[in-house]
């Protein structure tokens, strides 16, 4: 199986943390969008695709990168993310992600999240939150799900 991660990770690397480890389990190169052409993806098995979670989204950097990738894919994908707060019932932002995807002809499979270290402005002027995370048990999750990819 080829695989191939696309991450963003902006804020403190804890995104990229976690794309490393599932990247090791799956043999997989991780990239920023930036360094890899969206027409390449087709050539892969699987596709993971994340970020840190920003203003309850994924990074636009990534998200622009979605939306130019061509139509009629046929690989499987996943989606992970990194974020200081649970993912809401009401605003499920993997939804949002996996369904860009979707529309591009991607098989999303599964998605995963951790908490991580965030600094976002509201938590910023006593040192942010979750200032552990990601920690060992979120990276041995990590690999547990790409192993079961």
Do not use: Q
């Not at 360094?35 to 989204?57: C, H, K, Q, R, T």
């Not at 990590?142 to 192993?147: C, K, L, N, P, W």
């Amino acid at each position: 199986m080829t695989a191939l991660i696309v991450c963003t990770s902006v804020s403190h690397g804890n995104t990229r943390r976690v794309a490393d480890v599932m990247g090791e389990v799956l043999g997989a190169r991780v990239v920023a969008p930036d360094e890899v052409d969206p027409a390449e993806l087709s050539s892969y098995d699987i596709v993971g695709f994340g970020s840190g979670i920003f203003n309850m989204s994924f990074h636009p950097d990534l998200l622009k990168f979605v939306d130019r990738l061509p139509d009629g894919a046929s690989a499987r994908a996943f989606v992970f993310c990194t974020s200081g707060f649970p993912e809401p019932a009401v605003r499920r932002y993997t939804h949002n992600l996996s369904g860009r995807l979707a529309s591009k002809g991607y098989d999303v499979i599964d998605v995963f999240s951790c908490r991580s270290f965030d600094t976002w402005w509201p938590f910023k002027p006593f040192g942010g939150i979750h200032k552990d995370r990601p920690n060992d048990a979120d990276l041995d999750a990590a690999r547990a799900f790409a192993r079961r990819l």
